[in-house]
């Protein structure tokens, strides 16, 4: 169910009712889709209209992506994640996309979030593999794979058009802390890759922070370092494996992750090869 009210304004912004606009829109969740699918100017709406950033972002950038999005409301996604894009394939073609939110509408501390999603899908069609096309099983790991060599060039580009990335940076930094609070460094060697990217991906997007708006402290990489030092240590190895070849194109993007790939899982499961 929508945060706002059935008899409240219709987020898109048409001026009528929500009950009388949108909500007769709404499609149930079926086998294929197992959500409740919104319509896309009812979930943006309210950051298109209270977002200067994100009206600029969206109204620049939204027609790059060709394929059809589905917007979900999703109550279960993970804790620290209210909102996640993905791509599933079927005998090896696109099935469909689907962003999901954990709130429908979108409110508008999530602007830099949901145009952070969508950069995701933009960069896919650039050539980069901006959503990882995953197992099932390897969901996770494959995404925070491509995640950390996405992210940075998503949070990059995103601070051009003003929005808020610095703030929301030490916000997923405080999330994952919590997150972390209470856990011993994981033994099995998918968990054990999945906190290393996210090691490595937070010190990445912590980079362009930095240059951005002047030095911040980075309070996760901190705990890792006094807490889980072998994590921490790996991490470091890869960060410069990386900082080595660079990931700016989607040719030394697709190499590294095939090296990464080959490196961390010999036997390929962790993404599959399209590359
Ligand atoms: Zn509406
Ligand atoms: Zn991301």
């Given at each position: 169910m929508p945060w706002i009210d059935a008899y409240e304004q219709c987020p898109c912004n048409s001026g009528q009712k929500y009950k009388f606009c949108c909500e007769k829109l709404v499609q149930k969740p079926t086998k294929k889709v197992p959500y409740t699918i919104y319509p896309e100017r009812f979930v943006v709406g309210i950051i298109c209209r209270c977002s200067d950033g994100f009206k600029k972002y969206y109204d620049e950038?939204?027609?790059?992506?060709r394929e059809n999005v589905l917007w979900a409301e999703d109550k279960?996604?993970?804790?620290?994640?209210?909102q996640r894009v993905t791509k599933t394939y079927k005998f090896g073609k696109l099935d469909s996309i689907v962003i999901r939110?954990?709130?429908?509408?979108?409110?508008?501390?999530s602007a830099t979030f949901i145009a952070h999603e969508l950069h995701h899908l933009i960069l896919d069609q650039r050539?980069?593999?901006?959503?990882a096309p995953v197992r099932i099983e390897f969901d996770y790991i494959a995404s925070s794979l491509s995640s950390m060599l996405t992210d940075p060039i998503i949070q990059s580009e995103l601070s051009?058009?003003?929005?808020?990335?610095k703030n929301d940076f030490i916000a997923e930094c405080e999330t994952s802390l919590r997150a972390l609070?209470?856990?011993?460094?994981?033994?099995d060697q998918i968990n054990r890759m999945h906190w290393v990217f996210n090691y490595v991906s937070n010190i990445l997007e912590w980079e362009v922070v930095c240059e951005k708006h002047g030095y911040v402290e980075n309070e996760l990489v901190k705990y890792f370092d006094s807490m889980f030092p072998v994590i921490a240590e790996e991490g470091k190895q890869l960060y410069e494996q990386i900082k080595t070849y660079g990931f700016e194109t989607p040719q030394k993007q697709k190499a590294l992750i095939k090296d990464i790939v080959g490196r961390y899982d010999p036997k390929g499961k962790v993404i599959k090869a399209p590359f």
């Open positions: 950038q939204r027609h790059h992506i279960g996604l993970a804790f620290g994640i209210d939110l954990r709130n429908v509408p979108a409110k508008v501390e050539g980069f593999i901006g959503v051009t058009y003003g929005l808020d990335i609070s209470g856990l011993n460094e994981p033994s």
